[in-house]
C-alpha cells in the first residue's frame, strides 16, 4: 500500500514540473492525465471501505429450466426443475423460490412459453407482492420474457407465478437471476 503514496508523488512531481509553465486556471488545459492517476490513488488510499470483490465463494447466481411439459392455475408457482447454475445454493427447485442471500441489486429474467393459444398472464413475485406483469399473446407457442433489476434486502423471494390457466411448454420457460 506505501508503494501507491511513493509512485503517486513521484507521478505528482513529475507532472507538477512538466506543466507548472502551462497552468492557467479556467482557460485551457488545468489537470493532467497523471493528476487524475494523483487523485485517483489518493482516494484508494484514504477509503475506508472494504474490498467488495466477488469471488467464487460469494457469487450468486442461478438458471433453472421445466424439464416438463406442465399445465398451471391460477396463482401456481413455478418449479422450474433442472437447474442448470445454482452458485451459492439460493435457488429452491422445489418452492421455485430464489432467497436473497444478501441486500443489494439482482438482476432477474424469465420466460414462459405456451403451447395453446389464449391470453397468458404470469407475474415475477417479491415476496408476496407483483413485481412485474408478463402477458402472452393469443399465438400457438407464443411467449414473452421479462428482466428486471431489484434491490432486494437479505431474507426477500423472488419467484414465478401465474395469473391465469394454461399449458406451459418444456425446455423453452426458464427463470434466472443474479447479484450485481
Not at 485517483?40 to 424439464?67: G, Q
Not at 434486502?153 to 427463470?175: E, I, L
Request: positive net charge.
Amino acid at each position: 500500500m506505501m508503494w501507491y503514496l511513493v509512485l503517486a508523488i513521484i507521478i505528482f512531481r513529475i507532472n507538477f514540473l512538466d506543466v507548472e509553465g502551462n497552468y492557467n486556471p479556467g482557460h485551457g488545459k488545468t489537470i493532467s492525465i497523471t493528476e487524475d492517476l494523483f487523485h485517483t490513488l489518493m482516494k484508494k488510499l484514504s477509503s475506508s471501505s472494504k474490498c467488495e470483490c466477488k469471488d467464487s465463494n460469494t457469487r450468486t447466481a442461478f438458471t433453472a429450466i421445466l424439464k416438463t411439459n406442465i399445465r398451471v392455475n391460477v396463482n401456481y408457482v413455478f418449479k422450474f426443475d433442472e437447474v442448470k447454475v445454482n452458485q451459492g445454493n439460493n435457488y429452491n427447485l422445489y418452492t421455485g423460490e430464489f432467497t436473497a442471500p444478501r441486500d443489494g441489486l439482482y438482476y432477474f429474467s424469465c420466460t414462459i412459453q405456451v403451447n395453446r393459444a389464449g391470453n397468458k398472464y404470469f407475474y415475477l413475485m417479491k415476496n408476496s407482492s407483483i413485481y412485474l406483469r408478463g402477458y402472452i399473446v393469443n399465438t400457438n407457442y407464443g411467449s414473452q420474457t421479462k428482466s428486471v433489476i431489484m434491490d432486494l434486502d437479505k431474507g426477500d423471494h423472488v419467484y414465478v407465478k401465474s395469473g391465469s390457466k394454461y399449458n406451459v411448454q418444456k425446455q423453452y420457460s426458464y427463470f434466472s437471476g443474479y447479484l450485481l
